[in-house]
């Protein structure tokens, strides 16, 4: 017999969005370069473009953290992301199933390399500085008693930002919640990103870029296409102060060895269009991702995931 979660699950969306809008407060838009874990971590879930509302694993830390109430086994993942202009961000994470959920520690390193250096009228003094920034997040996503099938996820992070020899800290809260319904195969995913403190250096002030995130996502069942999976996804984020940004993607499992995967995000100044390749052996999984920002050139993206035991 099917449960119907009806106004209980409304409630616990709505509180979500009533304690994110309290904290938000009136803050200005964030600083992007600082959103360390908000280029897209993993090569998989970066290839779709949209990953609230995909079914969870160890990448939804950084998108959606109720995700993680359905890690399978112990896994460990790495990435490396080379960006713009030599700029690179490594990442190492690991997941874990614990009690009626999933527990999930990561770490970023984003090197900017050298950054232009202006004066207090915005004026390039034509020198550069180095620009680095560390950060830690830790979450952990559970399936809500007597809620259905409604998964809800909390992480927070620790991001130190460096600059010409200034450093400053900053803290944040991640909210997700996300839903299943027709047997698992249809996900509705929420996300409020990057609650938090500003970074503050001795001449400037910068927000976190705090972000809305809606999702949802469609999967076959085991069968349900002879030899193949397919996920497609979508999402509609909504950074503060900023214009909408929508993603959509999807990906084919073929055999459950090999993955072809294509997305494409809206921005605020341009699109991008993503695409890229998983292949899978036993416990083990490697992606790569190309993504193409037109005038700012591309990114290549790679990631390794490791399971271990049951």
Request: proline fraction near 4%.
């Amino acid at each position: 017999m099917t449960r119907r979660c009806g106004l209980p699950a409304l409630a616990l969306v709505a509180a979500l969005l009533v304690v994110s809008t309290a904290w938000a407060g009136d803050g200005k838009a964030g600083s992007t370069y600082l959103d360390v874990f908000g280029i897209g971590v993993g090569a998989g879930p970066s290839a779709l473009s949209a990953y609230t509302g995909a079914p969870g694993d160890l990448w939804s830390l950084t998108y959606n953290p109720a995700g993680l109430a359905t890690v399978p086994q112990i896994k460990l993942g790495v990435s490396q992301i080379e960006w713009f202009e030599d700029t690179s961000f490594s990442y190492l994470g690991v997941g874990m199933p614990r009690g009626d959920g999933g527990l999930a520690l990561g770490l970023a390193y984003f090197d900017l390399g050298g950054v232009p250096v202006l004066d207090d009228q915005g004026t390039n003094l034509n020198e550069s500085a180095e620009a680095y920034n560390f950060g830690f997040i830790g979450g952990y996503g559970f399936q809500v008693p007597n809620l259905c099938d409604l998964s809800a996820g909390v992480s927070g992070h620790v991001i130190q930002a460096n600059f010409d020899n200034e450093a400053s800290t900053a803290i944040g809260v991640n909210l997700g919640l996300l839903y299943a319904l027709m047997e698992n195969q249809v996900h509705l995913g929420a996300s409020v990103r990057n609650l938090g403190t500003q970074f503050k250096f001795t001449d400037d002030e910068d927000d976190q870029t705090m972000t809305y995130a809606a999702g949802v996502s469609y999967a076959t069942i085991p069968g349900q296409i002879p030899n193949v999976n397919v996920l497609v996804t979508a999402d509609a984020l909504m950074p503060k102060d900023q214009d909408m940004q929508m993603g959509v993607g999807g990906e084919a499992w073929v055999y459950d060895v090999l993955a072809l995967r294509a997305g494409y995000k809206t921005g605020p100044e341009t699109g991008n269009l993503s695409y890229g390749a998983g292949f899978k052996y036993s416990d083990f999984q490697l992606d790569y991702t190309y993504a193409d920002y037109e005038d700012l050139g591309a990114t290549h993206r790679i990631s390794l995931t490791m399971g271990f035991g049951e």
